[in-house]
Every structure is written in C-alpha cells, then in structure tokens.
T-cell receptor, first 109, second 113 residues
C-alpha cells in the first residue's frame, strides 16, 4: 500500500481556517485520496475523498496538487468539535483502509 | 439510524479466557472489517470480509478468528485472550464499489488482565 506522511499534531484557533497537509509521493494512478477523522472515544468517520480535482463538501475541502503527490484538507472555520485525529489514506478500489498515525488537531477557544 | 452496532462496549477478561465480539450493520453492505487500535496508534486491520461467505486476513490476524454469519453480522473471536490483545476494537462496513465510504462502529474496549 502506498504510504502517506502527515504532521503528528497541529493547533488552530477557533473559527480560523485549518490546512492539514498530507504527502503521498508514491501515489499510483488508481489511488483515491481519502480523509477520515476520529473524534475522541469514537470510531473514525468519513470526511472527504478525491482523485485529481479539488473537492468540496459540507464538512471540508480537499485540495490536490497537480502532480498528486500531496494534498491538503481544509477546514474553513475550525470549531471545538473539529478537534480530532485526521487520517489521510490512499485507497485503490475496494481494498480495506490502511491507517497511519494521522494528525492530531487541537482547536483553541 | 443504527448503522454499525458493536457489542459489548466494554469487557474485562482474564488471560486465557475466550470471548466473541459481535458486530451487525443495517445498511445492506457487502464488506465488513475488524480493526484494533492501541493507545496513540492508528487502526490496524485484523480481518475483513469482502462479501458474505468470504474472509481474509489483515495486518494482525494472529490470536483471532472471525465468522461472517450472514450479510449483516461479522463476529470476532478471541480463543485464548492475552494481555497483548488489550485494545479498542472497531467493526466497520462498506458497500462494494470503486469509491465507497466505510462506516465504523463506536468501538469495543477490551482489557485482558
């Protein structure tokens, strides 16, 4: 499985935008970029995914570099409820998700 | 909106005891998964079932067995629990497709003493 590299932790002020980076230099042409997050004491939940183009949904935006070797998850206005571990995962087809350690996001009021 | 339901939520076992973690999903998904998560770590795949009647080993299958009882249910059994199996266990399910969302249960906290 292709690997991703994320910072261990990041901090943000409440109501400010947050940019969570992810490097995936060995991504293959069939890999989708998925983001999941895990709130404290809960199971992971889906955030967003993309292949080549930038994507937006009600939770976040995903910016994908032109060469697809990196991506950035954007939370437009961080709230205290967004404090979680964010996982950037490459996935091809119907294979199971392979989790790294993710980025622990702290949000300061 | 039940989604993925795991039982029990908390369990304490003695070394050598056996137990089964139950998982059921009500979304008519074909694929189901069992992960474990140790403190400060990401989730690691134990076993998965791509469809009813099939099961495959994941990254850390030793010490575990699974049963895909039907399309809804996927159980994880510890035959002889060890302290190293103290962990949080997550069941998940997804539909088959090129890109599909995986839905996770709330977790089962297992302590082996």
């Amino acid at each position: 499985d292709a690997k991703t590299t994320q910072p261990n932790s990041m901090e943000s002020n409440e109501e400010e935008p947050v940019h969570l980076p992810c490097n995936h230099s060995t991504i293959s042409g069939t890999d989708y970029i998925h983001w999941y997050r895990q709130l404290p004491s809960q199971g992971p939940e889906y955030v967003i995914h993309g292949l080549t183009s930038n994507v937006n949904n009600r939770m976040a935006s995903l910016a994908i570099a032109e060469d697809r070797k990196s991506s950035t998850l954007i939370l437009h206005r961080a709230t205290l409820r967004d404090a979680a571990v964010y996982y950037c995962i490459l996935r091809s087809g119907n294979t199971p998700l392979v989790f790294g350690k993710g980025t622990r996001l702290s949000v300061i009021a | 909106n039940a989604g993925v339901t795991q039982t029990p939520k908390f369990q304490v076992l003695k070394t050598g005891q056996s137990m089964t973690l139950q998982c059921a999903q009500d979304m008519n998904h074909n694929s189901m998964y069992w992960y474990r998560q140790d403190p400060g770590m990401g989730l690691r795949l134990i076993y998965y079932s791509a469809s009813e009647g099939t099961t495959d080993k994941g990254e850390v299958p030793n010490g575990y067995n699974v049963s895909r009882l039907n399309k809804r249910e996927f159980s994880l059994r510890l035959e002889s629990a060890a302290p190293s199996q103290t962990s949080v266990y997550f069941c998940a399910s997804s539909e088959v497709g090129r890109v599909n969302t995986i839905y996770f249960g709330e977790g089962s906290w297992l302590t082996v003493v």
